[in-house]
């Protein structure tokens, strides 16, 4: 490639131009090479699964951190303990731990305050966990309440067990409840 005149009577002056010529073209590949690399990651597309695993791994992190915090707040002064129990509890028992959030909130239903959420998170846990006479226990008691689905009342029975006379199999029975009124 030609870029001067043969005839250039500056040797220096033409030395000085390829370099700055060379220099310029390390420069541009520098720079084409930066971009390619910071716009790869915006290329590559991640699996579903990768994408999963990432958000299953922030979503126990910030369980753990609402735990920690949940904790922290219980020894904060002047705070409801009773209401960050039972956020603890709730916590504990939307994410499966269920044995955990039997032990919260058993203490809660202790003090039989008549909390509607706390009896409900605590029977529900009881059941997930495999305490279903415990459960059912909590469910009779309660047997005032309407046990709200969406869209529906719900009441549970219990039955002997055909295999054993200790064991009970529970009835969910699903429709409208009428409410009757002493006269």
Partial sequence: M???KQDDPSPGLKRILMERVKYRMWWFIFLGSLLFCSLTPLVQT?????LANEYAAKSEEFFNEAVSEYNL?????????????????????E???FEKAVG???SLYA????DFLVAKLLALSYYKTGNY?????????????VWELPTHSMTLSAFPSKNSSTEFTMLLVVGSRAKSTPS
């Fill in 95 to 97: 994410h499966g731990r």
């Fill in 46 to 50: 991640k699996t579903h699964l990768e």
């Fill in 2 to 4: 030609e870029l001067f």
């Fill in 111 to 114: 003090q039989e305050k008549d």
């Fill in 133 to 145: 006479t415990r459960a059912l226990v909590i469910f009779d008691k309660e047997s005032s309440w």
């Fill in 104 to 106: 919260i909130l058993s």
């Fill in 73 to 93: 707040a219980l020894d904060e002064p002047g705070v409801d303990i009773d209401q960050i129990q039972f956020l603890l509890g709730k916590l504990y028992y």
